[in-house]
Nanobody
Framework: QVQLVESGGGLVQAGGSLRLSCAAS????????MGWFRQAPGKEREFVAA????????YYTDSAKGRFTISRDNAKNTVYLQVNSLKPEDTAVYYC?????????????????????WGRGTQVTVSS
């Protein structure tokens, strides 16, 4: 069992930055694929970014490329999402997720069904 707790969200002006964190419980954190998803008001949850167990491979949705960076610190059981150049359309609840999978392939890690565990989310609000 893995528990995920997100933090770091908040209210920020357009063009600003935030660093989202996701603290995970469990001894096997370093073996999990970790992902970030988001859900805007009135919309379905969508994939943002994912990272493999070692941090050597990452994958981003097109809207996140160049602005968001996913990273992890296995010694701290934490995954991060650095979000820069924020836009009002980035306003959403951001969710951390974990998948007990070793295979890391772009189309695969973007699918919600891959993930076994989810956090409760952290709100990011970007004002114009």
């Amino acid at each position: 069992q893995v528990q995920l707790v997100e933090s770091g969200g908040g209210l920020v002006q357009a063009g600003g930055s935030l660093r989202l964190s996701c603290a995970a419980s469990g001894r096997t954190f370093s073996s999990y694929v970790m992902g970030w998803f988001r859900q805007a008001p009135g919309k379905e949850r969508e994939f943002v970014a994912a990272i493999n167990w070692s941090g050597s491979s990452t994958y981003y949705t097109d809207s996140a490329k160049g602005r968001f960076t996913i990273s992890r610190d296995n010694a701290k059981n934490t995954v991060y999402l650095q979000v820069n150049s924020l836009k009002p359309e980035d306003t959403a609840v951001y969710y951390c997720s974990a998948a007990a999978k070793s295979l890391f392939r772009g189309t695969l890690v973007a699918a919600e069904g891959l993930y076994d565990y989810w956090g409760r989310g952290t709100q990011v609000t970007v004002s114009s």
